[in-house]
């Protein structure tokens, strides 16, 4: 067992270190509102582990994280725990909806900034039925939350405003801009 272990790691290394060393395409294109927006690369700079402990609330702690450790650009690798409440909002609603627990997290995925985040959460309850949506503050903790967390140093993640969605949307800069 072992050695299949020990094989598994060698290939995220290997990919890993593949990334880092891909060519940098330029990939930048002008937005409508003229910020310039980087579809690309960028070789993860530090990876973060954080728990979350039994009451803590999700999508808070992702942004206390953020905002203290000055984070431009970083996304969510893994995410493992349970929930006793999920607020979620659901696809084309306007506020979120409050569920009473408890469930198991199946998905916790985004992107993660000083500057805004966007974040999608399924939960599966006791019976298995799963629902998802948009991650929404008061999603607690119930036992433990452990998230991986990719940080990004070549990049900025930034939120304004796209006129062809009405909504503030991701647009990423090179780091320093």
Not at 30 to 58: C, F, H, W, Y
Request: glycine content about 12%; charged content about 25%.
């Amino acid at each position: 067992m072992r050695q299949q272990t020990t094989g598994i790691a060698l290939v995220i290394l290997m990919t890993l270190t593949e990334c880092q060393s891909a060519p940098k395409s330029d990939g930048r294109r002008e937005a409508m509102d003229g910020t310039k927006s980087l579809n690309g690369r960028g070789p993860i700079e530090r990876v973060e582990v954080l728990r979350l402990l039994p009451g803590d609330d999700v999508r808070a702690s992702l942004d206390r994280w953020a905002k203290e450790g000055q984070i431009q650009a970083a996304s969510i690798l893994s995410a493992v725990g349970s929930l006793t409440a999920a607020s979620i909002r659901f696809a084309d609603e306007k506020e979120a909806s409050t569920l009473k627990g408890p469930f198991e997290i199946v998905a916790l995925s985004g992107v993660v900034s000083v500057d805004g985040s966007h974040t999608h959460i399924a939960v599966s309850d006791r019976a298995g039925k799963t629902l998802g949506g948009h991650l929404g503050q008061g999603s607690l903790v119930h036992t433990t939350l452990e998230l991986v967390l990719g940080v990004y140093g070549e990049m900025r993640f930034l939120r304004s405003e796209d006129p062809r969605s009405g909504y503030k949307e991701l647009f990423i800069v090179p780091r320093g801009k």
